[in-house]
């Protein structure tokens, strides 16, 4: 049996022969990452999820990666208004598939650490180690008061997230009964069993920009996720920030691997691509839920210059509310992804405007080129 901290090497799906790890991002929640109205957007449906996850599995996507939103942003389309609860979504994926990993996305201030811990190791007994964590704080005002919840200042946010990840990871390891006594969670006679599944530990990241969010994510975390790597067209523009992110963790004694997301727009000719790209992000972009975005952000024309805000939407919409946009040819969306991996991030997290529709043809024509050029494997038949 490994020692309860061991190695996340030996989980599955995350630590396979692929260099470049691939993943869905935002599958659970309505119109995905792309705030349009066009017609085929996505529906977040179990149905669809379900469908969704089968194929992503039988094509050897690696992860499956929600977002915890609890409400929408308004707009025509109330984007993200209809969204499924991300462990209970993620165990309901797990069961249904073979061999990818799925995120569970839980707001440390929102759930209680205990109940967390064990909802997590049920998951990542029901998938056989395949459950990982996204740890998040919560940024969105408007979603707490709805709790009746109370934000804390920015910063405390993580001491207050430390603290929940301490009681989380002493859950999973400590055998007995034990006394948590932190500066808000005072817990007498902790007991939790059973521990995560075969004697490790569920991979665990978060994506904080912050300083203080990143310095969380190094000093607990397996993967680290930024929203962008530097630049999707230079190797060397990428490969500064994941040595210098590396690097810092190094400098803590601790190894941390670098993801980051984007969205595809992938046609059989550059053209298409580029036509439905400008089509659903930009002429029929959901401008509405765009602004209920920025507002959470405290952007509205009365905080900025007009110019600045028609430039911030314009950004919004096109970069699928932060992440690149790969848009082209299976050559170039590939060449494009070669690039990110050879930079040494170690995944992405990808949207799509429909996933169920364009998933077929990103693995049928894309995948095969990774593997073509050396950053992912071929699956085994
Ligand atoms: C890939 C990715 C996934 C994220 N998922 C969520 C999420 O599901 N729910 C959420 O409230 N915030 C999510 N966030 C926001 C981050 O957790 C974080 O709060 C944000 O990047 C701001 O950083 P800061 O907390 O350090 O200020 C995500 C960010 C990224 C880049």
């Known amino acids: 049996m490994l020692a309860r901290t061991a190695s996340m090497q030996d989980r599955i799906a995350m630590y396979n022969g692929n260099a470049l790890k691939i993943g869905i991002f935002g599958a659970n929640c309505s119109s995905g990452r792309s705030a349009t109205t066009v017609a085929e957007r996505w529906s977040a449906s179990w149905t669809d999820c379900l469908k969704l996850a089968r194929m992503a599995d039988a094509a050897g996507i690696d992860f499956m990666l929600p977002i915890a939103r609890w409400k929408g942003y308004g707009g025509e389309t109330d984007f993200h208004g209809s969204s499924l609860e991300t462990v ?25 650490p205990l109940i967390a811990a064990k909802e997590i190791v049920t998951a990542d007994h029901v998938s056989q180690g395949r459950f990982g964590l996204n740890i998040v704080v919560g940024w969105n005002e408007g979603e707490f008061e709805m709790f009746g919840a109370q934000q804390r200042e920015h910063d405390m946010r993580y001491d207050y997230a430390q603290e929940w990840i301490d009681v989380v990871k002493q859950a999973w390891q400590r055998d007995g009964t034990f006394d948590f006594d932190g500066q808000f969670l ?5 007991r939790a069993y059973p521990k995560p599944y075969g ?3 569920p991979i665990l990241m978060n994506a904080g920009s912050s ?29 500064k920030k994941v040595a210098q992110i590396k690097a810092a963790a190094q400098g803590i004694g601790r190894e941390i691997e670098v993801y980051t997301v984007g969205q ?19 002429e029929n972009a959901d401008w509405g839920a765009i602004d209920g975005m920025l507002a959470n952000r405290n952007i509205t024309p009365q905080t900025i210059p007009p110019e600045e805000y028609a430039a911030k939407r314009r950004y919004f919409a096109s970069n699928a509310i932060g992440g690149y946009p790969f ?8 060449q494009e992804l070669e690039t990110i991996s050879k930079a040494g991030v170690r995944g992405i ?3 799509f405007v429909n996933y169920l529709n364009e998933l077929p043809f990103f693995c049928a024509e894309v995948l095969p080129r990774l593997v073509r050029h050396g950053v992912r494997v071929a699956r085994a038949s």
Not at 88 to 112: I, K, R
């Open 88 to 112: 209970t979504w993620a165990v309901g994926l797990l069961s249904a598939t073979e061999q990818m990993t799925v995120f569970g996305t839980v707001h440390a201030p929102l759930f209680h």
């Open 186 to 190: 005072k817990l007498r006679e902790v």
């Open 199 to 201: 004697g490790t530990r």
């Open 211 to 239: 300083e203080v969010g990143q310095a969380f994510a190094l000093r607990n975390c397996d993967a680290f996720f930024v929203a962008t790597a530097g630049s999707r067209t230079s190797i060397e523009g990428n490969a």
């Open 264 to 282: 595809v727009v992938c046609r059989p000719t550059q053209h298409e691509a580029e036509e439905y790209y400008r089509c659903a992000m930009i």
């Open 327 to 334: 848009v082209g040819t299976p050559d170039h969306v590939a």
């Open 349 to 351: 997290a990808l949207s």
